[in-house]
């Protein structure tokens, strides 16, 4: 029978890119919790000194490391710092990711008017920029690549290790007015079973976490005004998942130690799991 402690995770080296974000930072404390040492990995480096500082504060082992994810050079020269201060990585947490304006449209359809008469207000699907989508691509499909390319070199043929990438409910079920980012992150989920299935025979776990709605610094503004009453957006999303409210980023915590412990899922690989208050499950009727 599994037990709440064979998710341990002491002495573990667990690396976790877009380490600075609101979520990932609650990821890495419930991790060190855990036993584990953690690198946190971050374009911006205090940002990512910060979430490891916290850590360290609270008793806990953990690095701040600056790393670009959509750079291989940058992320081998992390890696092998990592690897020289902390040890081999044995759980990588893909966590990097983020749309972009240029890949939303203004409205949730379109709209005949705007499309006889452009308003240069509206963005619709056709003014939607190669650059912005390019970009929601990269950082959260590519920006999943390279870094397992890299850092699942230091995990073949040793005991324990998995991979663990940060999909959305998007990928379910894509929202409107953000195209690139749900057709990002659909691609998130796919690349995770496809390496799941790569890395079976080596025994590297590949699964992914599909957050639903958490109010994080990237949508702040999205779903609540400045004297902090939701939006008619966030009203939307509301109505629409069963338990009536956004998650917490602790409520993240149960399914990340399940997936990244060895003892507790080692028979689980290629799983996308929602975590999202029954968003998915709703038909909206």
């Given amino acids: 029978m599994t037990k709440a402690a064979d998710t341990d995770q002491k002495g573990k080296v667990i690396l976790m890119t877009g380490g600075g974000g609101v979520l990932v930072a609650e990821m890495a404390r419930a991790l060190s919790q855990a036993g584990a040492r953690i690198a946190i990995l971050d374009l911006k480096l205090e940002a990512a000194e910060k979430v490891a500082a916290g850590i360290r504060d609270a008793g806990g082992e953990a690095l701040a490391f600056a790393a670009n994810v959509l750079d291989r050079a940058s992320l081998e020269a992390a890696a092998q710092e990592v690897q020289t201060r902390l040890g081999p990585c044995d759980i990588l947490v893909n966590g990097a990711g983020g749309n972009h304006p240029k890949g939303t449209t203004t409205k949730d359809n379109l709209q005949l008017e705007d499309f006889l008469k ?7 699907f056709f003014d939607l920029e190669e650059a912005g989508i390019r970009f929601v691509f990269d950082l959260n499909l590519l920006g999943t690549i390279l870094p397992s390319q890299v850092f699942a070199r230091q995990m073949v043929g040793r005991k324990g290790c998995s991979i663990l990438n940060i999909s959305s409910m ?57 004297d902090g009453q939701p939006t008619a957006r966030a009203a939307k999303i509301l109505n629409n998942t069963p338990m009536a409210r956004f998650g917490e980023a602790k409520e993240l915590i149960g399914t990340l130690l399940w997936l990244t412990s060895e003892q507790a899922s080692s028979f689980v690989n290629g799983t996308i799991i929602p975590v999202d208050g029954g968003f998915s499950a709703f038909s909206g009727v």
């Fill in 118 to 124: 452009p308003d240069p207000e509206v963005f619709s």
């Fill in 170 to 226: 998007n990928a379910f079920r894509p929202l409107t007015r953000i195209p690139a980012y749900s057709a990002a992150k659909a691609a998130v989920s796919n690349f995770t079973q496809w390496l799941a299935v790569h890395f079976a025979p080596v025994g590297i776990r590949v699964n992914a976490i599909a957050p639903g709605f958490f109010v994080t610094q990237q949508n702040q503004a999205l779903l609540f005004t400045a």
